[in-house]
T-cell receptor, first 112, second 112 residues
């Protein structure tokens, strides 16, 4: 069955430090991979996507993610975290059948 | 350009009551989705519609029905609400060329 997993419920980093939010997936065929962010009492906002091509994709607000086919991972990264990055982050995957499914979410907390 | 609009924003139902959540998008997107968000569970796909006239079950379809009324509108119906359906519901749409999803602001439903 197709699935996506975020192994960490919460990630804590200090402002200015690099951050990583992990995501792994299991999809038959070629996946489309996404990261979304959710601020309190809001809908989800798109950050970045991998469809094909360069394994390192850059997105909004200085975030980037690396597609690793052999490890079936798509980790979200940022070189220098901001307090304003604190939010709930979701990894998602879709494929040819048209479904779009999400991971459980990771709460990112950036402390001053 | 409103994007994805969900109504209502809040609703309280008694067990056994029925209601319909409405979703409309003005981006001429083909695919539309309904999700529920529960703490620690992430977003779980209830139903989706890959194109006008088609609907398919997602991960948690039991207790729900959907209607793709036209290309713009995709409604979610709870025929007999149960406390387990207390959740935040999100509608999303995706176009043919845009592979990222656009989300509504959510409907917070409480079943007592």
């Amino acid at each position: 069955a197709q699935s996506v997993a975020q192994p960490e419920d919460q990630v804590n980093v200090a402002e200015g430090n690099p951050l990583t939010v992990k995501c792994t997936y299991s999809v038959s065929g070629n996946p489309y991979l996404f990261w979304y962010v959710q601020y309190p009492n809001r809908g989800l906002q798109f950050l970045l996507k991998y469809i094909t091509g360069d394994n390192l994709v850059k997105g909004s607000y200085g975030f980037e993610a690396e597609f690793n086919k052999s490890q079936t991972s798509f980790h979200l990264k940022k070189p220098s975290a901001l307090v304003s990055d604190s939010a709930l982050y979701f990894c998602a995957v879709s494929w040819a059948a048209g479904k779009l499914i999400f991971g459980q979410g990771t709460e990112l907390s950036v402390k001053p | 350009n409103a994007g994805v609009t969900q109504t209502p924003k809040f609703q309280v139902l008694k067990t056994g009551q029925s209601m319909t959540l409405q979703c409309a998008q003005d981006m001429n997107h083909n695919s539309m989705y309904w999700y529920r968000q529960d703490p620690g569970m992430g977003l779980r796909l209830i139903y989706y519609s890959a194109s006008e006239g088609t609907t398919d079950k997602g991960e948690v379809p039991n207790g729900y029905n959907v209607s793709r009324l036209n290309k713009r509108e995709f409604s979610l119906r709870l025929e007999s609400a149960a406390p387990s359906q207390t959740s935040v519901y999100f509608c999303a749409s995706i176009g043919v060329r845009n592979t990222e999803a656009f989300f509504g602001q959510g409907t917070r439903l409480t079943v007592v």
